[in-house]
Each structure stands twice: as structure tokens, then as C-alpha cells.
């Protein structure tokens, strides 16, 4: 178990919707990161946040949107969903990006399964 | 974006066997790490590698950070069931936690 929890672990909806994924960091954590993986792109950088506050962007479409919350959880929100964002999304979360602690690396949690129909 | 070319995508040991796997990259990285990946589970830190040419072991399994930062090497002595799963490398350009670049992925089978 890494601590990072996500919810919900799998979830079926339709083209054009939205949905909302959440993710709660290991307790102290303060950055977040969000991934997508999937069978032809691989495992995809989307965006992370850093104690309330957007870090870097990756590959992350415009329909998607992510923030971080005071309590450090984040959630990553989907729109006018696609057949083709269909894949698992994880959620890392690491201390300080910054600190310069080799140490400091990422834990994944166990992802969301994501099925647009 | 970006994927790192790992090889080989698959392997079909048999258990007890050595395994070896390699990772490559057109840019330099300062940090290299190996993760497994269990299916429906999501990728767990097996070694992480901070300095070139660096040699780090964690049980069966040892870990090379190339001497030019644009390669790493993953063994596995001794393979047991357990060991089945995809393994990923993942590159990062500063330390301590910038978005990781991962490879394509090697997925290992135990033949019984």
C-alpha cells in the first residue's frame, strides 16, 4: 500500500460527459501528479500540482482540468468525454519537488479505471 | 509524448532463470527509476538510481544508472512467480520529483 488513495476505482459513462476523479495524497506529501496510461500512449505526464498551486503541464488536453485542494487532495476533471480518453488515470504524490532530496520520489496509487462508452 | 525505449516489450522465462532488461533515451536524465506494475494495480518503486555509473541493489534485483545518463539496466536474479508484472523505467530530468518520462514497458511471464 503506498498511501495514496483514488476513487473511484473504476468507472463506466458515456461520450460527452464529464466526470471527476479524486485523488488524497500520502499524508505529508505536498505535490501531487496525475498520469494517464494507456495501450497505445503508454504512461503520459498530464500535470501536477504543488501545495495548492499548478507545477507543470504535460500532455493534458484542454477538456481536462485538474486543481488541489487546501487539504492537498486533488481532482482531476474529465469533459466532453471521448472514446479515446478511455484508459487508467494514476495519481502520484511526492513530498517537495524541490527539495532537493534525492529521496523524494513519487508513489502511485492504485488508479482509476476509466471506460467511456 | 515522450516514451523511453525499453527492451526487450516481452520476455517468457522460465523460473529460477536471470533476466535482464535495458532502457534507453535520445536526452540525458539525472535520476532513473524502476517500477513493476501488477495488472489493474498501479506502478510500485522497485529501485531509484541518483548518480551516473551507479550500481544499487534491492533484494534479487539490481539496478544500473548508465555512465552517459541516457541509459539505465534493470536485472532480476533468480526469478520467482511473483516476479510476473510489467516493468517500467522512468526517467527524470532533476532531482527530486519533476514529471517522470517512463519507457515502454517489459512485460515478464514465468513459463511453469
Known amino acids: 500500500d503506498s498511501g495514496v488513495t483514488q476513487t473511484p476505482k473504476h468507472l463506466i459513462t458515456a461520450t460527452g460527459q464529464r466526470v471527476t476523479l479524486r485523488c488524497s495524497p500520502r499524508s505529508g506529501d505536498l505535490s501531487v501528479y496525475w498520469y494517464q496510461q494507456s495501450l497505445d500512449q503508454g504512461l503520459q505526464f498530464l500535470i501536477q500540482?504543488?501545495?495548492?498551486?499548478?507545477?507543470a503541464k504535460g500532455n493534458i488536453l484542454e477538456r481536462f482540468s485538474a486543481q488541489q485542494f487546501p487539504d492537498l487532495h486533488s481532482e482531476l476533471n474529465l469533459s466532453s468525454l471521448e472514446l479515446g480518453d478511455s484508459a487508467l488515470y494514476f495519481c502520484a504524490s511526492s513530498v517537495n519537488p524541490r527539495s532537493g532530496n534525492p529521496s523524494d520520489t513519487q508513489y502511485f496509487g492504485p488508479g482509476t479505471r476509466l471506460t467511456v462508452l | 509524448g515522450q516514451q523511453l525505449n525499453q527492451s526487450p516489450q516481452s520476455m517468457f522465462i522460465q523460473e529460477g532463470e536471470d533476466v535482464s532488461m535495458n532502457c534507453t533515451s535520445s536526452s540525458i536524465f539525472n535520476t532513473w527509476l524502476w517500477y513493476k506494475q501488477d495488472p489493474g494495480e498501479g506502478p510500485v518503486l522497485l529501485i531509484a538510481?541518483?548518480?551516473?555509473?551507479e550500481l544499487t541493489s534491492n533484494g534479487r534485483l539490481t539496478a544500473q544508472f548508465g555512465i552517459t545518463r541516457k541509459d539505465s539496466f534493470l536485472n532480476i536474479s533468480a526469478s520467482i512467480p511473483s516476479d510476473v508484472g510489467i516493468y517500467f523505467c522512468?526517467?527524470?530530468?532533476?532531482?527530486?520529483?519533476?514529471?517522470?518520462?517512463f519507457g515502454t514497458g517489459t512485460r515478464l511471464t514465468i513459463i511453469p
Open positions: 500540482y504543488y501545495n495548492g498551486e499548478e507545477r
Open positions: 538510481l541518483y548518480k551516473a555509473g
Open positions: 522512468a526517467g527524470q530530468t532533476n532531482f527530486g520529483n519533476e514529471k517522470l518520462t
